[in-house]
């Protein structure tokens, strides 16, 4: 990739994080937050896009996002109302702005007249008025020709003159880059330019703090800027609007010609000329031969110096704020960090074992290395999960437009709420999220919600409300789709699923159970296929992405009130605290994360319950699942007091007591994926390896829970034996 094509990347990335606080913001201007802060940062979101489009000639962009800019910036001045109708033109333009960026940086070619519509929504927002500029037309000029109305202009070392009748009232600006100016990408072209659009100007460069070449460093800015500004409807507050974006990386003082005394020393008495003639003598002096160089004469010290910047900020009491450094990684370079340090905890832990083989004292300097080595390698896969640790906001901010476009499909009022936009999660589960819960909002506002006249009818508000939410709850990630809508019509659901051959007509099933019928394959309620659902596919797609990440699935309905579909994820998909334990001739790990309680019960505190057994745990009984006769390892269950009870919490029954013949220890262990290297197991989550190299399996206490329900093995003696 060569250096403009990585610029462009970066440009690319940045916009996705611009449109999301563009979004984010008209939703606040949607929710009634009509305040400075919220339109100036919707104001800044288009105007960043516009400015690196036009860097890049995306004309189709820059004209699009210019007519966006021109009414978002008649909202900023208050001459336009954020009422429901603007800030519903305002989303349909952030929609259409989304799309412009996506297809540009796919090179996907988009059909001229797109967005004008859109253009034309804008533009019947403006008030007509004398000193409002019409918006350009979206279509732009081409490449070899200049813009219409745009005034020409040369550019030399010190002076640019811009060719335009100057209107009677005149603007000093003076403006002086800081070093961190560069470091941000920004440019003091792209200011004189915004500058020249708000009016006819003569700029003049300051060339006073220029170093001599030996000392010259490209990234720091040595210049200042003078620019003389004309015209009618000019005013300090439209003026400084374009230095927003530099924020404390610019020093600027704007005053109207008649006060010259709040211009800058430096800037109001140099003498461009003698500026010029000043760095002329100090190039020929760096570039003459060395015969011929004499010492060099002293220049003429001009009548001011010009303050370095930090003297300048400590002059204006200001304190320059410092800025958290980051950088941009490719993936691929963070996932085989990922993987390397997966390897180093298996060798640390194979380390581990070798010593405690050779029976070294655990005072023994090598054992004493090793537990400082194991802990250096936990801090090292605490801090690679923290790189790959990202806010579940990027797949959240994506479902507003979502939500508009099924809610106007099926003619539905709904507001979506989202909570817990900054839970970090790793990278990996949050680009396998997008996909199910677009499908479970798609349902939720499709199935779930009623038509805004049944709500009514039922005593509701005709808006319906979509809760999309994520937290962290027992080391994993919780992601929670509810709506208010009708709920699950559960007679429905078992008629059609006994229609279609899912179910027995005679089959005894509880409540959950015919919640989780729409799960299963071609199962739908739709009464006719739409462009939204009713082919039968999307929430078994869900249930199986979702199971393949490791995480699980449920539903609570309120007939009436409305669903709620649970899904809980890992956290990280790459390491895991695990509790190894022994049965039979099986080794397992069971997650830390899931345990409550270990213990070793009495015969007496397990009973039989019909068919199972409870064990008693001060005085609640709470189901006993004895592992190997779930897994089929063994015909008959054994003693209870013969081993070892873990107390695990289930997401889908609760609390669950299982029983193992011993456990070795806790250890960090590697994940490894069963279904890329195997096949899908019920019952296992995925697999590990230990230290002593075999192949452990990690337990799916879930998995465990539905066999037990269902009355089966987990899964059949003769694949799992295979496989472990």
């Excluded at 560069?182 to 003049?204: F, K, P, S």
């Excluded at 003498?271 to 031969?289: H, M, Q, Y």
């Excluded at 779930?448 to 080391?475: C, N």
């Excluded at 579909?565 to 509790?579: C, E, K």
Aim: aromatic share 4%; net charge negative.
């Amino acid at each position: 990739m060569d250096e403009m094509e990585a610029i462009r990347a970066t440009f690319f990335a940045e916009c996705e994080d611009l449109l999301g606080d563009l979004e984010a913001g008209l939703l606040a201007l949607k929710a009634g937050a009509v305040d400075e802060d919220t339109v100036n940062a919707v104001f800044r979101a288009v105007h960043s896009v516009k400015g690196g489009a036009g860097a890049f000639s995306l004309e189709a962009l820059v004209g699009f996002s210019h007519a966006f800019e021109t009414s978002l910036d008649e909202l900023r001045k208050g001459r336009l109302s954020p009422g429901a109708e603007v800030v519903a033109v305002l989303l349909r333009a952030s929609d259409v702005l989304a799309d412009l960026v996506s297809a540009a940086r796919d090179d996907r070619a988009l059909p001229q007249e797109f967005g004008a519509e859109v253009v034309h929504e804008l533009e019947g927002l403006l008030t007509v008025q004398d000193s409002v500029a019409p918006s350009p037309a979206f279509t732009a000029p081409p490449a070899e020709a200049p813009a219409p109305g745009a005034p020409s202009f040369a550019f030399t070392p010190v002076n640019i003159a811009f060719e335009a009748e100057a209107p009677p009232c005149a603007w000093i600006v003076c403006f002086r880059p800081l070093d961190g100016m560069y470091a941000a990408a920004n440019d003091e072209m792209l200011l004189l330019r915004e500058l020249e659009r708000l009016g006819a100007a003569e700029v003049t460069a300051d060339v006073s703090g220029l170093p001599d070449l030996s000392e010259l460093e490209p990234e720091r800015p040595r210049l200042a800027w003078r620019v003389r500004l004309t015209g009618d409807d000019l005013s300090e507050a439209r003026i400084r609007e374009v230095f927003e974006f530099v924020g404390d990386d610019c020093d600027v003082t704007v005053a109207q010609e008649a006060a010259p005394e709040t211009v800058p020393e430096p800037l109001a008495d140099a003498g461009p000329d003698d500026a010029v003639a000043e760095v002329l003598a100090r190039i020929a002096a760096e570039t003459a031969p060395p015969e011929q160089a004499g010492p060099p004469a002293a220049p003429e010290e001009p009548a001011a110096t010009a303050p370095a910047p930090a003297a300048a900020l400590a002059a204006q009491g200001g304190e320059r704020r410092d800025v958290q450094a980051t950088i941009r990684v490719d993936l691929d370079r963070v996932d085989r960090l990922i993987n390397l340090v997966g390897e180093l905890v298996i060798n640390q832990a194979m380390l581990g074992q070798r010593v405690v083989e050779a029976g070294l004292a655990k005072s023994s300097t090598v054992a004493v290395g090793l537990d400082d080595l194991e802990q250096l390698t936990r801090e090292i896969q605490d801090s690679v999960m923290a790189i790959r640790a990202q806010p579940v906001k990027s797949v959240f901010q994506r479902m507003p437009r979502l939500v508009r476009e099924v809610a106007a499909a099926t003619r539905k009022q709904v507001r979506l709420v989202t909570e817990g936009e900054g839970t970090e999660v790793d990278k990996t589960v949050i680009e396998r999220l997008s996909d199910p819960i677009t499908h479970m909002i798609r349902n939720a506002i499709d199935h779930g919600l009623e038509s805004p006249a049944d709500r009514v009818a039922a005593g509701k508000p005709a808006e319906g409300v979509v809760r999309l939410s994520a937290m962290h709850r027992s080391g994993r990630i919780v992601i929670e789709v509810a709506d208010d809508g009708r709920g699950i019509n559960r007679d429905r659901v078992r008629d059609i699923a006994v229609e279609r051959g899912i179910v027995d007509r005679d089959a005894t099933l509880t409540d959950e159970e015919v919640d989780n019928l729409i799960f299963a394959p071609g199962f739908s309620t739709a009464p006719a296929v739409s462009d939204i659902s009713g082919r039968g596919v999307g929430m078994d797609v869900v249930k199986r992405s979702i199971q393949a990440l490791g995480g699980r699935i449920s539903i609570s309905s309120r007939p009436g009130e409305g669903s709620t579909f649970t899904l809980s994820l890992p956290l990280t998909l790459a390491v895991l605290d695990g509790m190894v334990v022994t049965i039979g001739d099986h080794t397992l790990v069971i997650p830390i994360s899931v345990i409550v309680e270990t213990l070793r019960p009495r015969a007496a505190d397990v009973r039989p319950f019909g068919s199972s057994r409870v064990l008693t745990v001060r005085g609640a009984a709470i189901p006993f699942v004895d592992v190997a006769t779930a897994f089929n390892w063994r015909r008959a269950s054994t003693e209870a007091a013969a081993g070892v009870t873990l107390l695990v919490e289930s997401e889908v029954g609760g609390l669950i007591a299982l029983g193992v013949d011993a456990i070795q220890g806790q250890r960090q262990v590697v994940i490894k994926s069963l279904e890329q290297n195997f096949r899908q197991v019920d019952g296992i989550a995925a697999a590990t390896i230990l230290g002593d190299g075999r192949v452990a399996l990690i337990l799916d206490v879930d998995g465990i829970v539905a066999a037990r329900r269902r009355g089966q093995p987990a899964v059949a003696p003769e694949p799992f034996l295979q496989a472990s």
